[in-house]
Nanobody
Framework: QVRLVESGGGLVQAGGSLRLSCAASGRAYHLYPMGWFRQAPGKQREFVAAISDNGGSTYYADSVRGRFTISRDNAKNTVYLQMNSLKSEDTAAYYC?????????????????WGNGTLVTVSS
């Protein structure tokens, strides 16, 4: 059974940091590019960051580049998102997912149903 479980969200002040984790199971995720997405209240889900299957390449939305870092540990089937210098506009539910091609992943095409996400709230 495919399962994506996000964790690590919480309430943080502007300028602070959080580290999100995504535990993936039920598929050979080490063969898939994986990414993080977010959805703010009243807005559509948007791409945040993606990482290639071997971790050698990473991609970021312009809004988070230089502040967020995506990484993965294939031995643990886990993807991480280190978020620094958080801003109020980063407030959203954060989700992870995968796709067979990183270009498609960046465009929001994903292979699995969305998990429950983890909520990040940044207070100004």
């Amino acid at each position: 059974q495919v399962r994506l479980v996000e964790s690590g969200g919480g309430l943080v002040q502007a300028g602070g940091s959080l580290r999100l984790s995504c535990a993936a199971s039920g598929r050979a995720y080490h063969l898939y590019p994986m990414g993080w997405f977010r959805q703010a209240p009243g807005k559509q889900r948007e791409f945040v960051a993606a990482i290639s299957d071997n971790g050698g390449s990473t991609y970021y939305a312009d809004s988070v580049r230089g502040r967020f870092t995506i990484s993965r540990d294939n031995a643990k089937n886990t993807v991480y998102l280190q978020m620094n210098s958080l801003k109020s506009e980063d407030t959203a539910a954060y989700y992870c997912n995968a796709d067979t091609h990183i270009t498609a992943l960046k465009s929001g095409y994903v292979v699995d149903s969305w998990g429950n996400g983890t909520l990040v709230t940044v207070s100004s």
